[in-house]
């Protein structure tokens, strides 16, 4: 009870990190890793750990998390008929051996690289969202059966390195190759599972034995986040779902575009944070 009464902001913080993860993933098609990746990173940096321990360990628990957060969201959008079952088998195979790579190499980068990662990339999606220039770069490539399996390499290593479920990348990605956004959203909430187990198995190898980790960590998976986050993110992935279908998603995308450059400079600002 000590233990619980020591650290109830953080469990509190993990539960909301949960909900808010588990309706972005229905909403955006996205796996909560931009919500979670953060937000695990800062409530351990809180805790004391070590700021490079800090950074994998919130990435590799995220992926973790999306597994039950993506089947849930895939399955609601599979009952309403928004899933490419045909891209998605294109995809799996070249998605799961992209973020496997990226998930051994992770071990290999500091945490500030993952920072910098993670923020380089959150501004190009935000940009990509506003702007819309991967339509414009890759829409006459959408029946080439190559680029599909590039793209989908490309998104699982990025994706792993992040530790998210890959729907920030794949959706505006299956767009530009033709897909209808509820299409693309249904089809890349499945896709992050693939990502999700792949890169969670990475992440557990790469961190086995590594010092400093919080406790009940299995490499740089943190079971005690996994369960608190990924519960209540699965529960509440429907509602997003049942949202993502009510809602304009033009406003959405922007909401979300503007909410990945937040996050983004906030991971400048820790790595500038570091160096000084």
């Given at each position: 009870?000590?233990?619980?009464?020591?650290?109830?902001?953080?469990?509190?913080?993990?539960?909301?990190?949960?909900?808010?993860?588990?309706?972005?993933?229905?909403?955006?098609?996205?796996?909560?890793?931009?919500?979670?990746?953060?937000?695990?990173?800062?409530?351990?940096?809180?805790?004391?750990?070590?700021?490079?321990?800090?950074?994998?360990?919130?990435?590799?628990?995220?992926?973790?998390?999306?597994?039950?957060?993506?089947?849930?969201?895939?399955?609601?959008?599979?009952?309403?008929?928004?899933?490419?079952v045909a891209t998605l088998r294109l995809w799996v195979p070249f998605i799961v051996a992209g973020t496997f790579i990226g998930g051994l190499v992770a071990g290999f980068f500091s945490g500030n690289a993952l920072r910098i990662v993670f923020a380089v990339m959150a501004f190009l999606i935000a940009a990509n969202i506003v702007f819309g220039f991967q339509t414009r770069l890759m829409g006459h490539l959408r029946g080439s059966v190559f680029t599909h399996r590039i793209s989908a390499s490309i998104v699982g290593f990025i994706s792993a390195l992040m530790g998210i479920g890959g729907g920030s990348l794949s959706v505006p990605t299956l767009v530009a190759f033709g897909a209808s956004m509820h299409a693309a959203v249904g089809t890349s909430a499945a896709i992050g599972v693939a990502i999700a187990v792949s890169g969670t198995l990475g992440f557990i190898l790469s961190g086995w034995g590594v010092a400093g980790l919080p406790p009940m960590s299995l490499g740089y998976v943190n079971l005690v986040a996994l369960l608190l986050v990924g519960v209540l993110a699965a529960l509440f992935a429907p509602v997003g779902a049942a949202l993502a279908h009510r809602l304009n998603q033009q406003t959405l995308k922007y909401v979300f575009a503007g909410f990945l450059v937040l996050v983004g400079c906030n991971m400048v600002w820790k790595v500038l944070a570091s160096q000084g």
């Open positions: 009870m000590a233990l619980v009464a020591q650290y109830w902001p953080f469990v509190v913080g993990l539960m909301v990190t949960g909900v808010c993860s588990g309706i972005a993933a229905g909403l955006l098609g996205i796996g909560g890793g931009a919500i979670i990746v953060p937000a695990l990173a800062t409530a351990l940096s809180v805790m004391g750990f070590d700021s490079d321990v800090v950074q994998h360990a919130a990435v590799g628990t995220s992926l973790a998390i999306i597994i039950p957060t993506g089947f849930v969201s895939a399955r609601a959008h599979y009952q309403r008929g928004a899933l490419d």
